[in-house]
């Protein structure tokens, strides 16, 4: 996958309000996909679905531990996607700064100059 | 509601598939705001905030119709690349609507993904809240491709990867 493909699986994972609810569970620690059903008005199968779109997305993997199959986030497609729109933020941001700056200069002392008022 | 709370960090998010939206809240009347949007020697005042850059033009004529140029050059090499359009809607202080198409210049690599004849719908609105002006960019690109090509300018090689932000994303992305 390139990398705007990868991002694009990321995005559309992360487009459902029960997946985001799935994975800031996950991001608190493992779970099966019993204790990840308990806080939803949803059933197992359901849920299961969630877990297979994240899962396809590499955004969760499962895990074995004996019986137990838990999940676990995986954080490396997440932190592409964050790092690719936190560049992008970051650009602006610095613009902003200066602004924020240019604005408490233009609130202590008024340009000389007529501003033209519409 | 308690006191307008003061965002003071840009947010950023994907309402759409060919948009992009900016968001930030600035400690000052919208009338100012909108002078520092408006006015070429305010703009090239914090319009030039790439280290190593200055923004030498920047001609604006504010009112439907009107035209604008902003140039950047690098202080190094010289080399230099800048936005132009044309003012679609202006209703000030409130918002501007421009068509924005990018000029590469000669800055080669720089602003290599940037897409080129394919210009954007930039819409900036202003609304203020107690002293407080919060700005709303949308940018719509019209196509996603052109939309995630304008939005990878922002990345730079040897980027350090941060685990930390998940929270973040997630934020972002219920906002958006």
């Known amino acids: 996958m390139t990398q705007i493909q990868r991002l694009d699986a990321t995005f559309t994972a992360l487009a459902d309000p029960t997946r985001r609810a799935i994975l800031a569970r996950l991001a608190q620690g493992e779970a099966t996909v019993a204790e990840l059903t308990e806080p939803f008005a949803m059933s197992q199968p359901a849920i299961s679905k969630h877990l297979k779109v994240l899962e396809r997305a590499g955004l969760i993997i499962t895990t074995e531990s004996g019986q137990r199959r838990p999940r676990r986030i995986e954080a490396a497609p997440l932190a592409e996607a964050n790092t ?33 008022r519409h | ?32 705001v909108w002078d520092a949007h408006t006015i070429p020697a305010l703009i090239q005042r914090w319009m030039s905030g790439m280290p190593g850059w200055s923004m030498p033009v920047c001609e604006m004529d504010v009112r ?38 990018f000029d590469p210049g ?32 949308l940018l719509d690109y019209g196509s996603k491709a052109a939309r995630d090509a304008a939005v990878s300018t922002g990345m730079t090689d040897g980027m350090e990867i941060s685990y930390k ?9 219920q906002g958006g």
């Open chain 2, 106 to 137: 000669d800055s080669g690599d720089i602003t290599g993904a940037m897409p080129v004849n394919n210009p954007s719908l930039n819409r900036s609105t202003f609304t203020e809240t107690k002293g407080v002006t919060t700005v709303v960019v």
């Open chain 2, 1 to 32: 509601m308690p006191a307008t709370r003061l965002n003071k960090t840009a947010q950023v998010s994907l309402p759409t598939d060919t948009e992009v939206r900016i968001t930030r809240d600035l400690a000052a009347p919208r009338q100012l």
């Open chain 1, 84 to 116: 690719w729109l936190e560049n992008y933020r970051q650009l602006w941001e610095r613009r902003y700064s200066a602004l924020d700056e240019l604005l408490v200069h233009m609130q202590a002392a008024p340009p000389k100059s007529k501003r033209k």
């Open chain 2, 64 to 101: 439907p119709g009107g035209k604008y140029r902003w140039r950047w050059r690098s202080d190094e090499t010289g080399a230099g690349f800048g936005f132009f359009g044309e003012f679609k809607e202006v209703d000030a202080p409130v918002t501007m609507m421009q068509e924005e198409y």
């Open chain 2, 165 to 173: 932000s998940l929270d973040a994303i997630l934020v972002e992305q």
